[in-house]
């Protein structure tokens, strides 16, 4: 269209000219593309939080295991004789499980960027069709943010596990 053009009438005018065509300004087709990545957003939150909870329990169950392995060795009726009451011996068991999990966020954050940084260097075919936006290659991106609020719900995930746990 040339500058200037009323954008609404230019698309009734072309739908009159095209029937059975649905024709939209750049502003409708913009607020349909952001309505979209909205909800791809929120169903990755979502799959993220099913993911922490799932992650909550396997880890809930294995700190349960670990707890009642460590009934032959004496470790908590060591840890009374020494003077600590049970709530001192949850808070080892936390910080105890607070540094596995920092350590599994870190490695788990550091293999997920390397892995998003050559997908999205080298970029990932769709197999010869044309995307939403225009492309055949997907190229994905990783937001500091994104990461840093994935690794805190993990976190709290593991810390609430390990709550119930002992």
Wanted: charged fraction near 15%; aromatic fraction near 6%; glycine fraction near 10%.
């Amino acid at each position: 269209m040339r500058p200037g053009t009323d954008a609404n009438a230019a698309v009734s005018d072309l739908e009159a000219r095209i029937p059975g065509v649905r024709f939209s300004t750049a502003r409708d087709t913009a607020g349909l593309t952001f309505t979209i990545l909205d909800g791809q957003r929120v169903v990755m939150w979502v799959l993220v939080v099913v993911a922490a909870l799932i992650c909550a329990i396997l880890i809930g169950n294995v700190i349960a295991f670990l707890i009642r392995r460590q009934r032959g060795e004496k470790k908590r009726e060591t840890m009374r004789t020494m003077g600590f009451d049970a709530k001192a011996i949850r808070i080892v068991y936390a910080v105890q499980a607070v540094l596995v999990a920092v350590f599994m966020i870190v490695i788990g954050t550091v293999v997920a960027a390397v892995s998003v940084l050559i997908c999205g260097a080298v970029g990932i075919p769709t197999g010869g069709t044309q995307q939403l936006f225009g492309d055949s290659i997907l190229h994905p991106w990783l937001g500091v943010g994104d990461v840093a609020i994935t690794a805190a719900l993990m976190l709290v995930a593991l810390v609430a596990a390990n709550l119930l746990a002992t």
